[in-house]
């Protein structure tokens, strides 16, 4: 998809896109080689040349942070077929509150969940070095929450990577709502012992455990956000593919993720 985007070039939006899209351009390679193309002059399209120039060649040297530079936010969706195998997805945990502590941070990536709990695995370096790993991060309302709250709380902490926040996506698609009441519209199911648990028993499990060290509390409550981080997966799978069919050179079937 990210071969196919012309959005990242100065004064060309989706409508001047589509229209490139619609004119057989579908590729930066393919743009490169037209001799002329309808509404871009010579002298503007050769910068055009350039700039898809230099993003070839970030994208043949894998570094997708330059993406996450000239790519608007909302956008930055168009990286995630490439990026997909780099990716983390992110949920976090609070012990509640405008500045409750961070009580446990769930990193789910390639089939295997890394959960940071406060007071044992929790900390600013061992995070930096988690996230440092990826080259794309994916959560569900954390562009207002998740990593506004991480950065705050870590001052050494940055992310620089792309980032795609599935909450905004849902919403370009129709669909309102928290994280659970997507999964259940689109078929993503949770076990039984996590169905309707929400953010808030999530603050009372963490008491429990901080206060009665009831260790199945801390059990429960590590499900709970591994649940969170691993939907995140097959929900951004749906989504990316949705959002990519409206797209003219993607009309095609919903591709079959491993």
Not at 165 to 191: M, S
Request: aromatic letters at 12%; a neutral charge; charged letters at 25%.
């Amino acid at each position: 998809m990210i071969e196919s985007t012309f959005i990242l070039l100065n004064g060309i939006g989706e409508a001047t896109e589509r229209k490139l899209w619609g004119h057989g351009v579908s590729t930066w390679q393919a743009f490169q080689a037209a001799r002329s193309l309808p509404g871009i002059g010579r002298g503007r399209k050769t910068l055009y040349d350039e700039d898809l120039s230099r993003a070839l060649h970030h994208h043949g040297h894998d570094d997708a942070r330059y993406f996450a530079r000239c790519l608007k936010p909302r956008d930055q969706w168009r990286l995630y077929d490439w990026l997909r195998p780099r990716a983390v997805y992110l949920d976090i945990e609070t012990a509640g509150g405008s500045f409750g502590d961070v009580t446990v941070v769930g990193l789910y990536s390639a089939g295997r969940m890394t959960s940071l709990v406060r007071g044992h695995s929790l900390t600013q370096e061992r995070l930096c070095d988690e996230l440092s790993q990826y080259d794309l991060v994916i959560t569900f309302f954390g562009a207002a929450f998740d990593l506004p709250y991480l950065t705050a709380t870590y001052p050494k902490l940055t992310f620089d990577q792309p980032h795609i926040d599935l909450c905004f996506l849902a919403r370009r698609l129709g669909l309102r709502g928290g994280l659970k009441r997507i999964e259940a519209i689109v078929g993503i199911e949770r076990q039984a012992s996590l169905q309707g648990l929400d953010g808030w028993d999530a603050v009372r499990l963490w008491n429990r455990w901080r206060y009665g060290h009831d260790a199945g509390s801390l059990e429960l409550l590590l499900a709970y956000n591994a649940a969170d981080a691993v939907n995140l997966q097959p929900l951004a799978d749906l989504l990316f593919d949705q959002l990519a069919q409206q797209c003219e050179p993607f009309r095609t079937a919903c591709r079959v993720y491993p």
